[in-house]
Nanobody, 121 residues
Framework: VQLQASGGGLVQAGGSLRLSCAASGLTFSSYSMGWFRQAPGKEREFVAA????????DYVDSVKGRFTISRDNAKNTVTLQMNSLKPEDTAVYYC???????????????WGQGTLVTVSS
């Protein structure tokens, strides 16, 4: 299983970024997908998740209304659209896959390598 995250970069506060995660080596439509982030000196935290069929989503409170998770099961990709970015969103963002078809905040089985998002004030 490979999860390849991309789309990170440097953006000013208030700006937007779109992260993508390309999955291979798994039956993508059977897995729920999630995004996590880890800021310097902090533990990794859950950001967003989407069910295998894409009908259910979950977000950490700090990103609700600003981030949107979506997936394309035909292309084996999951996307995190991040708007109104804040300096506190600065972190390495990871995509992950869970064998559980429903949204979960824990119990992920596979992880990507991470992509760095830096939001300047």
């Amino acid at each position: 299983v490979q999860l390849q995250a991309s789309g990170g970069g440097l953006v000013q506060a208030g700006g937007s970024l779109r992260l993508s995660c390309a999955a291979s080596g798994l039956t993508f439509s059977s897995y729920s997908m999630g995004w996590f982030r880890q800021a310097p000196g902090k533990e990794r935290e859950f950001v967003a998740a989407i069910s295998s069929g894409g009908f259910s989503t979950d977000y950490v409170d700090s990103v609700k209304g600003r981030f949107t998770i979506s997936r394309d099961n035909a292309k084996n990709t999951v996307t995190l659209q991040m708007n109104s970015l804040k300096p506190e969103d600065t972190a390495v963002y990871y995509c992950a896959a869970s064998t559980r078809p429903f949204v979960v905040r824990r119990l992920y089985d596979y992880w990507g390598q991470g992509t760095l998002v830096t939001v300047s004030s």
